[in-house]
C-alpha cells in the first residue's frame, strides 16, 4: 500500500520517504516535499528554510498545491503538539538540532536534515489518523505570520494551558507525598507484556545505538581511505616522473589510478551516509520517540490511579456527610460527580493509548523492517558497486604493466 | 616496516565473540541466509563485466568444501595465498621460517637462476658472559650470542651446510671489514647498534627484534653478487670460535702517526706499527688517526669549493653526476611514497576493523531481535540483519588480509630506501678516493715548487750550498714517494668509479625487476580482494533486493 516515488527535486534519497500515490482524483492522496534548502539571515540569527509542497485532495485543505516556507522550529512545534494531541501514537521523529556551529551550514549537513524532514511530513501524511490533523494542516498551509505567531505562543512551559499547570502542581504534589508516605516508586502497570515490550524498548535503543555509531565511523573510514589513496596516487605520479622510461610510465599509470578510485571511495562514503547511516540514526530517533510514549502512558496510568485513589477518599467523606446529614452533602456530591466523570475521562484517556500503542508496535515493527532491508540493500548494493569498480579499474591496469614491464 | 600486527589480538577476539554469538543461537530464523549456499562460491548467477583473458591468478575458485554450517564463513579463505602468488616468486620474505622450509626464499632470483644457494638463518639467541670481566659498562659484562646457520653450494665455502655462533659486535665488524674492502659497491646496512632501545625496551622483545634484523641483513649481503663471494662474509660464517676479522690498525699507533707528515706517514718511522705500503693511502682518512692526513684532505676540499683554481682532477663524469642528480630525486620521491604507502595500510587496516565492529554489532541486534521477537516482522529483520552483519566480518577478514598482502608488496619500497643509502656511502667512496687524490696532486705540485725555488736560490751560491742541497736531496726523495702514493690514489679512484658504474647497472636492472614485481602483486592483490568482496556484497544485495522493488 506504501508505495516510495522519487519526487523531482531531491526528496525521496535514502530514507524511505513514503509517498501515497500520485494524483487520481478518486482516491484521497496527501503529498508533500520539503526541498530547496536556503541560507537566510547573517551570523548568529542566520537559518536555513524549506520549501514545502503539499499536494492533495483533502476536503479541508485549500487547494490541488501549495507551497509555504517553514524552518527547523516549525518542523518542532508540529511534533511537539502532535505529541500532546496524540498520546499514544509514535510522532515520527526529527532530525536533532545541531550544537556545533560550522557543521550548522555544510552541505552534507543540510541535505541530511532535508531527508530526515522529508520523512518525517510524509509519515505524518501517511498516517491514518495524524494526516487528519488540524495542526498538520497549519503547518502545510498557513502564511508566514500565521505560522510564527502559532510556533511563538507554544514556547517554553507558558505554552501549558492552566488545567496542564494544574496537572503539573498535582504530579509534583503526588510525588512528594508519595516520598513522605514511603512509597518510592510511582504507581506502575504490573502487565507483563507491556514490561517486556518497554524492557525491549530501552534495550534496543542501546544496540542500535551502538550499531548507529559503528556505520558512522565507517563512512568516515570510507573517507580517509580515499583520502590516503589520493595522496598514494599523487606520489608514486612523481616518483614515475622521476624515474622515466617503462618504469616511470608504470609508476604514474598506477598513480593516476588510485587517485581515480579515491574519488569512487568518497562518493561512496556519501551515499553510505545517506543510505545507510541515516537509516540506522532515524531507527534510533525513532525507538526514542517511542520512549516518549511510554512516558505519556505512564502518565496516563498514574492519572487514573490517583483519582482512583480520589474518588474512594471522596466517597468515604460523602457517606459520613449523609449520614450526619451536613449541608455540605450537596456540595460534596456535586464533587463527586464531578471526580466520577474526570476518573471516566482518565480511564477512557489511558484505555485510548493501550489501544493506539498495540496498534502502533504492530505498525512500527512492520515499518522497520522495510526501512532496514532497504538500507541494508543499499549498503550491499554500493558495497559491491565500490569492490567492482576497485576490482575494474586494478584490472584494466594489468595488461599495461605487462607490456611495460617486458619493454 | 609497517606495523599492522598491533590490533589483530583485539580483532580476533571480537570473532570468537561473533563466534559464541552465533553458536547459541537457537531460534529458527525465517530464511537462513547460509543455507543460501556458500557466499564464495563462484558468482555464476551475478553477471560480472570483468573479461579472464590476462588474469588466471584472479579466476575465483571456489572454496574448498562449500558446507552450510553456521561456522564455516569463520574460516578465513587460505586460497588467497595460492591465488596471489603467481606474481609473488621470488619476492617473498617471511622472516621468521627457517629457511629450510619450502616457501621462503632468501636468494635473488639471479642466484637461483644459475643453481647457486647461499641461505642463511639466525635463530636461538643466547646469554653468554665475558670470560676475562674487562667490561667498563655495568651487567657484567654479559652479551647475546647467535645461532648462524648457513647452507650453500658455492665453491668458495669448504662445505655445504655449518653453523656459527656470532654477537652483534661481530656483525659490526663485519660490516667495517665490507666497507673498508669493497668500496665504491652498494653493500646493505648493518643494523643499528640501538643503544637507547636496548635499555628501554623490553629484553626479549629488544633480541627478537635483533634477531630479525640480522638475518635481513645477512640474507641480503647473501643476495650481493659480489660480497656473497667475499672472503669476510666467509670467515664470518664458517671459522669457528672468535671472528678472525681483526681492525687493521691500533689506534693508539695512529694517533702517534698523525703527528708526522703525510708522506711518512705513509711508509713508516711510525713508533710502534711496521712499515706501512702504499695501500694505506687507499683507506680514507679515518678520525683519530690520520689526523694531519684529514687536516691536509679538508684543506684540499676548501680550496675546492671555495679557492679560485680549478682542482688538478675533478669528478669529470657527466653521465655519473646526472645519474646521481636522478638518484636523489628517486630518493626524495621515494620517501614519499613510502610514507604515503604507511598511511594507506593504516586506512586499509582502520576500515577493515569498523567492519567488523559494525559486524559484531548487528550480530548482537541480530541475537536481541529474535530472542525478543513478538512478530514476525522482526524475525525477518532479524534473518536480514545477520545476512549483513556475517558478511561484513567476512569483508573486515579480506581487508585484513589484503592488508598483510600490501604490507608484503610495498615493503620494497622501504627496502630501497635502505639501498638509497647504501648508495649514498658508495658515492661518499668515491668523493673520498677523489678528494685523496687531488689532495696528493696538491701535494706534489706544493712539493715542486719548493723544490724549485731551493734550486733556484742554491744556483746563485757559487759552489754549492750544502745544506740546500740537502735539503733538495730529500725533498726530491719525499716527492718520489709521494708520486707513489699518487699513482696508488688514482688507482684506487678509478677501481671505485668502476664499482659505481657496475653497482648502478646492477640497481638499474634490479630496480626495473623489483618495482614492476612489486607494482604487479599490488594490483593483483588489490583486484582479487576486491573482487572477493564484491561478491560478498552482491550475494546480500541479492538477498534484500526485495526491498527495493519499487525504487
Redesign the interface.
Known sequence: MI????SMNGGGGGLQSPRSNPPNSSSPYLTVSVTDPAKMGNGVQAYISYKVITKTNFPEYQGPEKIVIRRYTDFVWLRDRLFEKYKGIFIPPLPEKSTVEKFRFSAEFIEMRRQALDTFVNRIALHHELQQSDDLRIFLEADEQTMERARSQETGYFKKKPSDLMQIFRDVQSKVSDVVLGKEKPVEETNPEYE??KR?IF??ED??G??Q???Y??VK??R??G???A??G???K??G???GD??GN??SE?GAKSEMLSIKLQREAHHLLMNFEEPLKDYVRAVQSIKGTIAERANAFRQQCELAETIKLKEIDLNKLRLIRSEKMLDAEHEYEELKADAEDATRRFETIVRLMNEE??RF??Q???D???A??????G??RL??G???A??S???K??S??AS | MMEFENNQGALEEEESQMESLILNDNTNNGGDPLSNGHPLSPPAEIPTSHDHTVNDPLSMTSSPNPNSSFNSFLEPPSYADAVFRSFDDGHNSNNNKIVSTSSASATSSSASSSGEYLKISVTDPQKSQDVVGNSLVPGGGSYVTYLIATWTNLPEFNGTEFSVRRRFKDVVTLSDRLSEAYRGYFIPLRPDKSVVESQVMQKHEFVENRRVALEKYLRKLAEHPVIKRSEELRVFLQVQGKLPLVKTTDVASRMLDGAVKLPKQLFGESVVSAAVDPSEVVQPAKGGRDLLRLFKELRQSVTNDWGGAKPLVVEEDKEFLDKRKKLQDFETELTNVSQQAESLVKAQQDIGETLGQLGLAFVKLTKFESEEAMFNSQKVRAADMKNVATSAVKASRLYRELNAQTVRHLDKLHEYLGVMLAVNNAYADRSNALLTVQTLLSELSNLNSRIEKLEAAASKIFGGDRSRVRKIEELKETMKVTEDAKSCAVKEYERIKENNKNELERLDKERHDDFFGMLKGFVVNQAGYAEKMASVWETVAKETSGYAKSS
Open positions: 508505495t516510495t516515488q522519487r517486556k515490550l525491549y534495550e534496543l544496540h542500535l551502538e550499531a555509531k559503528h556505520a565511523r565507517l573510514r570510507h580517509e581511505l583520502q590516503s589513496l595522496e598514494f599523487k606520489a608514486i612523481l616518483l616522473a622521476c624515474e617503462a618504469l608504470a609508476f598506477l508496535i504492530v515493527q512492520d522497520k523492517t522495510q532496514m532491508g532497504l541494508f540493500h543499499e549498503f550491499a548494493k558495497q559491491a569492490s567492482n576497485i576490482a575494474d586494478w584490472r591496469l594489468l595488461p604493466l605487462e611495460l614491464s
